[in-house]
T-cell receptor, first 114, second 116 residues
Framework: ETGVTQTPRHLVMGMTNKKSLKCEQHLGHNAMYWYKQSAKKPLELMFVYSLEERVENNSVPSRFSPECPNSSHLFLHLHTLQPEDSALYLC?????????????FGPGTRLTVT | AQSVTQLDSQVPVFEEAPVELRCNYSSSVSVYLFWYVQYPNQGLQLLLKYLSGSTLVKGINGFEAEFNKSQTSFHLRKPSVHISDTAEYFCAVKEEWSGNTGKLIFGQGTTLQVKP
C-alpha cells in the first residue's frame, strides 16, 4: 500500500448504528486530518492531529469522535448520525503542519445515513 | 474572515481548447496557494502550489497558475485540454498564521467538463 488509504470506501448506516472509518498513511507523516465533503460545498476541516495529539476540533458535533492511536492511523467513530451527515469523508496527511507542507488525500469514504 | 471563491461552478470546454479556472481569495495576511484536482471516486491530488518566488507556477499534467497579489487571484490555466482532464478542481489557501494547525481553506470547486 502506498499513500493514504481509507476503509471502507462506501458505508450505509442507520441513524442508530455505530460505525468507524479508518485511515492509514504510509508516508511517514506527522499530521493527519479529517475533512467532510458535501455536494457543492467547500471541504470542511473537522479534526487535525499532530503526533497523535488533537490540535483542532472545528466545532464538530459530538456524534463524530476521532481517534489517533499512532501517527500512521486515524479513525472517525460515528454514532447516532443524522441524514445531513451523509457526505464524502476524506482523510489527509502532511509531513508536518508548517506553512509549506502539502496535504496528501485518501480516496474517501462515501457515507450514507438512512 | 478568510475565504476562497471559485467564480465558476461548471466550465464546459471542447477538447484541445484552452481553459482558465478562476480563483479569488480574501485574506489580510500572507498566503500560500494550492490547486487540487479530484477525479471521479477519488481523493484530491495536488496539481500545483505557490509558496513564494515567481508568480507563474507550473504543475502536473500541463497546468499552470499565476498568483496576482494585487487582485488576490490565483487562476489555473491549461493551453489545450484533454478528455482526461474532466474532473473537479479545488483552489485552496493556507494563511501564514495557520502553521500550528496546517489549516487549508477550500473554494467550492469547479467542474471542468471536456467535450470531444
Amino acid at each position: 500500500e502506498t499513500g493514504v488509504t481509507q476503509t471502507p470506501r462506501h458505508l450505509v448506516m442507520g441513524m442508530t448504528n455505530k460505525k468507524s472509518l479508518k485511515c492509514e498513511q504510509h508516508l511517514g507523516h506527522n499530521a493527519m486530518y479529517w475533512y467532510k465533503q458535501s455536494a457543492k460545498k467547500p471541504l470542511e476541516l473537522m479534526f487535525v492531529y499532530s503526533l497523535e495529539e488533537r490540535v483542532e476540533n472545528n466545532s464538530v458535533p459530538s456524534r463524530f469522535s476521532p481517534e489517533c492511536p499512532n501517527s500512521s492511523h486515524l479513525f472517525l467513530h460515528l454514532h447516532t448520525l443524522q441524514p445531513e451527515d451523509s457526505a464524502l469523508y476524506l482523510c489527509a496527511s502532511s509531513q508536518d503542519m508548517g506553512f509549506s507542507y502539502e496535504q496528501y488525500f485518501g480516496p474517501g469514504t462515501r457515507l450514507t445515513v438512512t | 474572515a478568510q475565504s476562497v471563491t471559485q467564480l465558476d461552478s461548471q466550465v464546459p470546454v471542447f477538447e484541445e481548447a484552452p481553459v482558465e479556472l478562476r480563483c479569488n481569495y480574501s485574506s489580510s495576511v500572507s498566503v500560500y496557494l494550492f490547486w487540487y484536482v479530484q477525479y471521479p471516486n477519488q481523493g484530491l491530488q495536488l496539481l500545483l502550489k505557490y509558496l513564494s518566488g515567481s508568480t507563474l507556477v507550473k504543475g502536473i499534467n500541463g497546468f499552470e497558475a499565476e498568483f496576482n497579489k494585487s487582485q488576490t487571484s490565483f487562476h489555473l490555466r491549461k493551453p489545450s485540454v484533454h478528455i482526461s482532464d474532466t474532473a473537479e478542481y479545488f483552489c485552496a489557501v493556507k494563511e501564514e498564521w495557520s502553521g500550528n494547525t496546517g489549516k487549508l481553506i477550500f473554494g467550492q470547486g469547479t467542474t471542468l467538463q471536456v467535450k470531444p
